[in-house]
């Protein structure tokens, strides 16, 4: 997984000039729970039907030029990137929001993880 890479695909986009910012989250593995329990990996798994709805719905919003999620599914371990979201639109007004409503969307409704505690 490669956030550089997702920032450099949308700059080659031929309406990039529309662009007045990119933002991007890279959500990490780890060592603990939300609850504080020691964590050594977690199984991931992805809805993807489910992420292009959402990619739809965020896409039509207003300034929205373009916006990019991987999901790294599998066994991972603390430490390894398990979500890399980008959006690329005109002002931050629009970009920030919609940054913020498709991570919590694609937490609700698209990832599941199963936690692996320390042995």
Same mark, same amino acid.
């Given at each position: 997984?490669?956030?550089?890479?997702?920032?450099?695909?949308?700059?080659?986009?031929?309406?990039?000039?529309?662009?007045?910012?990119?933002?991007?989250? #890279?959500? !990490?593995?780890?060592?603990?729970?939300?609850?504080?329990?020691?964590?050594?990996?977690?199984?991931?798994?992805?809805?993807?039907?489910?992420? /292009?709805?959402?990619?739809? /719905?965020?896409?039509?919003?207003?300034?929205?030029?373009?916006?990019?999620?991987?999901? #790294?599914?599998? /066994?991972?371990?603390?430490?390894?990137?398990?979500?890399? !979201?980008?959006?690329?639109?005109? !002002?931050?007004?629009?970009?920030?929001?919609?940054?913020?409503?498709?991570? #919590?969307?694609?937490?609700?409704?698209?990832?599941?993880?199963?936690?692996?505690?320390?042995?």
């Amino acid at each position: 997984m490669d956030i550089g890479a997702l920032v450099r695909s949308m700059k080659a986009r031929p309406d990039f000039a529309k662009v007045g910012m990119v933002l991007c989250h #890279n959500g !990490i593995v780890r060592g603990t729970s939300r609850d504080g329990r020691p964590v050594k990996g977690v199984r991931v798994t992805a809805d993807h039907a489910e992420l /292009e709805k959402i990619l739809a /719905e965020q896409r039509s919003r207003p300034g929205i030029v373009d916006i990019q999620v991987r999901v #790294n599914e599998g /066994e991972l371990k603390v430490g390894d990137d398990l979500l890399l !979201i980008a959006v690329a639109g005109d !002002i931050r007004e629009h970009v920030i929001p919609v940054l913020s409503d498709t991570l #919590n969307a694609v937490k609700a409704r698209v990832t599941r993880k199963t936690e692996h505690g320390v042995d």
